[in-house]
């Protein structure tokens, strides 16, 4: 089985968001609250151990692990079930327990101490983020403003201009140069914050990979050591009496059901937040935009489509006329429409038109209801080649009926 990994499934698709980070995050600190909670038990069994009985049993059920997901936390329920069920123990068995102890807080201290340099690493990559970004977004506004300024100062200078007054033209000329300058300065600028901004989201992106692997790395580490801990508190106990190893036996055999990588497997299925990391801000020019308010030449057969799913009409809302029929399904999509498919030649005839229709591209034609119109070609897409008052364009053919 394919191992998950922390770097392919904790990204977030919002620039300025961290939610995968943060899981991870959490995740590190419900490990270490994991292992504080294996280090009181395993204390407080050493103490019980002096005092047999009933404390043994109310240590056993105080003892946490509730943050624990998937087979490890189930061995560790049977561990306490276990616990809970031996009476008896040698008090030699807590000098034993204590020494397993320390070797799990100094575990977890050599991990906190990883844990927080990279932590420290990757909020000064996040801050550094975000100040770009604010920058870059700033710098953005900027420059659309002093486009704006600029289109008005050179609007302003055309008028100017034709009223035939000297000093004024002048003037205006002036500042419409002054105002376009300034547009290009800031235009500059924001391509440059563009391109930091860039560079510091790669920057970001390798160190939150690297982070990803550190953790995932841990997290595998406290797994193994807090499993390996269990299983060798347990052989103590065993070796106590044929007993107790009885029933420890059980809680063994529940912690080789203890899988690393089922663990990890089944911590990323259920809180993972992404797989892609966000996408690149890139430049966007404020006179391209402004052109692409226009329907583009490209779409035309999109939109053509899209206008007979809604059966399209120019008096949509102000005539009674009936609903254009909507393309054939197949197979449970739309007909598919290929705009390069050979058109089937036809010999001109005449076809009177049933619903009204809007041109939504340069290559349609605009008719009405009542109209004749003269198909030149009908096309397997639905799209008919007509002509009306020496006018051809595409039409769609379910608006038309054969005279």
């Known amino acids: 089985m394919t191992q998950l990994q922390f770097k392919d499934a904790f990204w977030c698709k919002e620039f300025t968001f961290h939610t995968g980070y943060e899981v991870l995050v959490q995740r590190l600190l419900e490990g270490k609250k994991m292992c504080k909670d294996v280090e009181d038990l395993l204390k407080q069994r050493a103490q019980a151990e002096e005092r047999y009985g009933k404390e043994l049993v109310q240590i056993a059920r105080k003892a946490g692990g509730h943050t624990e997901i998937n087979t490890l936390k189930e061995a560790f329920e049977m561990l306490k079930q276990q616990i809970e069920s031996v009476g008896n123990s040698h008090i030699q068995l807590a000098v034993m327990l204590k020494e397993e102890l320390k070797g799990i807080e100094e575990f977890r201290e050599r991990q906190k101490e990883q844990r927080k340099k990279y932590e420290s690493a990757m909020e000064r990559m996040q801050k550094s983020k975000l100040s770009h970004y604010k920058k870059t977004m700033e710098s953005k506004r900027s420059y659309e403003q002093r486009c704006r300024e600029a289109d008005e100062a050179e609007q302003s200078f055309e008028r100017t201009s034709a009223t035939g007054n000297p000093k004024q033209t002048e003037k205006s000329q002036n500042k419409a140069k002054q105002c376009r300058d300034a547009a290009n300065e800031a235009e500059n600028v924001y391509k440059q914050n563009i391109e930091q901004l860039d560079k510091v989201r790669t920057e970001w992106e390798q160190e939150h990979i690297k982070t990803c692997e550190v953790f995932q790395l841990q997290e595998c580490d406290r797994i193994t ?55 690149a801000i890139g430049y966007e020019s404020y006179y391209s935009r402004e052109r692409s308010n226009s329907p583009s030449p490209a779409c035309g057969m999109i939109k053509r489509f899209s206008g007979l799913l809604h059966g399209s009409s120019k008096n949509n809302t102000e005539t009674a006329t009936p609903p254009a029929p909507p393309l054939e399904r197949t197979e449970g999509v739309y007909a598919s429409i290929f705009v390069n498919e050979k058109a089937e030649i036809t010999s001109s005839q005449d076809y009177r038109v049933l619903y ?20 030149i070609a009908e096309n397997d897409d639905g799209w008919w080649t007509a002509e009306r008052n020496g006018q051809r364009g595409f039409v769609p053919g379910s608006y038309l009926e054969k005279l």
């Not at 060798?232 to 203890?258: G, I, T």
């Not at 939504?360 to 009405?368: A, G, K, M, P, R």
């Open 225 to 279: 050591i807090l499993r390996n801990s269990l299983w060798v508190h347990c052989n103590q106990l065993s070796l106590q009496c044929v007993k107790d190893d009885e029933m420890y036996e059980e809680v063994r055999a529940s912690l080789e059901n203890c899988v690393v990588e089922s663990d990890i497997d089944y911590f990323i299925k259920t809180k993972m937040t992404g797989t892609q990391p966000p996408d």
């Open 356 to 375: 009204d229709y809007t041109a939504q591209n340069v290559d349609e034609l605009d008719i009405s209801e009542g109209d004749t119109v003269v198909v």
